[in-house]
């Protein structure tokens, strides 16, 4: 299995925590950037330590965490190659991996639970990019 890399910021750092249990409980291993306590930061900073573990290839994917999501995911998709998606169902996980190829899932810890986060970290992980069509389309996205 390879590495992941995770990374919040104090609005996402109680939902980090509960997802490294869960990833401990599957042996998948993992990078932890922060943030690591519930004092406040900007999520800008701790989204570009993850983003650069995945470019030195320290982590093949990433798993990041706020508030919304929104904010992690908006900063992670400035980087060439980051393709990081906001998800919120199982469909938005399946999808994100299926056709979007997204190597960084983003999670709103005050938009979902933590049982929910969990599944869909296992959706993510689970699903394959189905190429064809869709490769030329997130080739694309990373030009
Ligand atoms: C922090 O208050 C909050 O703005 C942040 O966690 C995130 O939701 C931003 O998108």
Redesign the pocket.
């Known amino acids: 299995m390879n590495t992941l890399v995770l990374g919040s910021?104090?609005?996402?750092f109680k939902l980090k925590e509960s997802i490294k249990s869960h990833l401990q409980s599957l042996n998948i291993p993992f990078i932890d950037t922060g943030t690591f306590s519930e004092d406040s930061i900007d999520?800008p900073d701790i989204v570009d330590t993850v983003v650069n573990h995945i470019q030195q290839k320290e982590a093949s994917q990433g798993i990041l965490c706020?508030?919304?999501g929104?904010?992690?995911s908006i900063r992670a998709n400035r980087t060439k190659g980051i393709r990081a998606a906001v998800v919120h169902s199982d469909f938005t996980a399946q999808m994100a991996k299926e056709h979007n190829n997204a190597n960084i899932i983003c999670i709103?810890a005050?938009t979902t639970s933590e049982k929910d986060a969990k599944g869909f970290i296992d959706t993510w992980l689970n699903t394959n990019f189905e190429g064809g069509r869709h490769s030329r389309r997130v080739e694309k996205l990373d030009s």
């Open positions: 910021d104090h609005g996402g999520y706020c508030g919304t929104i904010g992690v709103g005050r």
